[in-house]
């Protein structure tokens, strides 16, 4: 498993049942984002077994032993752990949004998701960024399963984040696939490298939106999608 430095492409090893040897797995495409380093778009390769024993680095500098019985799986389970919370390097997030519906009888309002609950890490600390997401858009001639906002959500969410790149890249990516009149994403998160080390700040939540086309414009579009998602009244 490869933890990338910063936003690119992700290559995981795939163990051949026969041989038990890893074999290449493709890299996933690029993601929506168009702003990526040409260096990071291909990380090498790390095999599970390496990281596992730079897991086992970290606990001996913490001053612990890897062996003793607690923690002696300890690194198998970070190492699934991590296949978990950044498998959003192994897919691109426009891709969820290819497949649209045109019957829907002229419908051209305002479309909102909100409270898109989401986990993600600080690029900085790799610390958890827990928060919801509220997503809208003004639709041309063609909507996406409202399922596929989320997805879109999670597939920026997991991988090693910023809130402000993660609230730029979910609005771009829809407004570039879908085409539409406008979009508007607000994210409302805590940051546990705030919460849990540092100032140690507990309560304290924040706050990003992103807006294009009518929702920047438009001030009477922004305040309604504003007015729907209502987040004075929500908490992360």
């Known amino acids: 498993m490869v933890i990338p430095a910063g936003e690119g492409w992700y290559a995981t090893p795939m163990t051949d049942k026969k041989s038990g040897k890893n074999k290449a797995r493709s890299p996933a495409r690029k993601s929506a984002d168009d702003g990526i380093p040409e260096a990071h778009r291909q990380a090498p390769t790390v095999t599970e077994q390496e990281a596992r024993r730079a897991i086992e680095v970290l606990l001996r500098w913490a001053g612990e032993d890897p062996q003793r019985e607690g923690l002696r799986d300890t690194p198998s389970r970070v190492v699934r752990a991590y296949r978990d919370w950044f498998s959003g390097y192994l897919s691109d997030p426009a891709d969820y949004l290819r497949r649209t519906f045109e019957e829907v009888e002229g419908y051209d309002e305002m479309i909102v998701l909100r409270d898109i609950e989401f986990e993600s890490h600080c690029e900085h600390h790799m610390a958890p960024i827990i928060g919801r997401a ?4 003004l639709p041309t001639t063609k909507v996406v399963g409202i399922s596929k906002l989320a997805r879109v959500v999670e597939g920026y969410a997991r991988r090693f984040q910023v809130q402000e790149k993660l609230t730029a890249q ?19 998160a805590i940051h546990q490298c705030m919460t849990t080390r540092g100032v140690h700040k507990r309560g304290v939540s924040m706050i990003t939106s992103k807006m294009l086309g009518d929702f920047r414009e438009d001030a009477r579009t922004r305040n309604e999608f504003l007015r729907f998602i209502d987040i004075s009244s929500n908490n992360p």
């Open 170 to 188: 979910i609005a771009r990516c829809i407004n570039d696939v879908l085409k539409p009149r406008g979009v508007g994403v607000v994210i409302n």
């Open 134 to 137: 509220h997503v809208g858009y």
